[in-house]
């Protein structure tokens, strides 16, 4: 596509349930990474994709936090057991390799009631 | 632990003036600087890449790298309102930038 969509833009859940967040990289960017973003603070990492594997999940917060990319496109963070904590604005982003800068989608804002 | 400092702000200067943002990274290894724009609500989006000391210029917008002193920089010349968001600087070594808080940017009429 010609950008990075995410969807849904916005999720609300209850405390414990569990959500999925999907991420569309620009159609042939081989990187992609996960952020999450907490008002006034800038983008902390979670994960890195090189094509289908995860080449860096350093970021991930504890075993909540999941994330796949089956087929070297499409992404999706999964988180189990939502906590309030959990709530942010999640942001994927996509490079053509590594090392570049990145085009972001729009984000996922997660509200964890 | 890999720390990308920025001044919070706000930054305040009138229309047509030069804004200056600065930023210091602790990792001595990190290779590839970033600066971002992001609007009020919106995503971040790229606006300048350095990876070699000295100056990178792209229209109003000048990047500054400096890798002895750890120190980057962005100048945006001609100031307009529309120039007013927070901007995210982001430093990295092989391929994960650390991102600061970012400096927000008023630019008033």
């Known amino acids: 596509g010609a950008g990075v969509s995410q969807t849904p833009s916005n999720k609300v859940t209850e405390k414990g349930k569990y959500v999925e967040l999907r991420c569309d990289p620009i159609?042939?960017?081989?990187?992609l990474y996960w952020y999450r973003q907490s008002l006034g603070q800038g983008p902390e990492f979670l994960i890195y994709?090189?094509?289908?594997?995860?080449?860096?999940d350093s970021g991930l917060p504890n075993d909540r936090f999941f994330a796949v990319r089956p087929e070297g496109s499409v992404s999706t963070l999964k988180i189990q057991r939502t906590e309030r904590g959990d709530s942010a604005v999640y942001l994927c982003?996509?490079?053509?390799?590594?090392?570049?800068?990145?085009?972001f989608g729009s984000g996922t804002r997660l509200t964890v009631v | 632990q890999k720390e990308v400092e920025q001044n919070s702000g706000p930054l305040s200067v009138p229309e047509g003036a030069i804004a200056s943002l600065n930023c210091t990274y602790s990792?001595?290894?990190?290779?590839?600087f970033f600066w971002y724009r992001q609007y009020s609500g919106k995503s971040p989006e790229l606006i300048m890449s350095?990876?070699?000391?000295g100056d990178k210029e792209d229209g109003r917008f000048t990047a500054q790298l400096n890798k002895a002193s750890q120190y980057v920089s962005l100048l945006i010349r001609d100031s307009q309102p529309s120039d007013s968001a927070t901007y995210l600087c982001?430093?990295?070594?092989?391929?994960?930038?650390?991102f600061g808080r970012g400096t927000s940017l008023i630019v008033h009429p």
């Open positions: 982003a996509s490079s053509l390799t590594e090392g570049q800068g990145y085009t």
């Open positions: 990792d001595r290894g990190s290779q590839s």
């Open positions: 159609s042939g960017h081989t990187a």
């Open positions: 982001a430093a990295g070594g092989s391929y994960i930038p650390t």
């Open positions: 994709f090189q094509g289908t594997g995860a080449a860096d």
């Open positions: 350095i990876y070699s000391n």
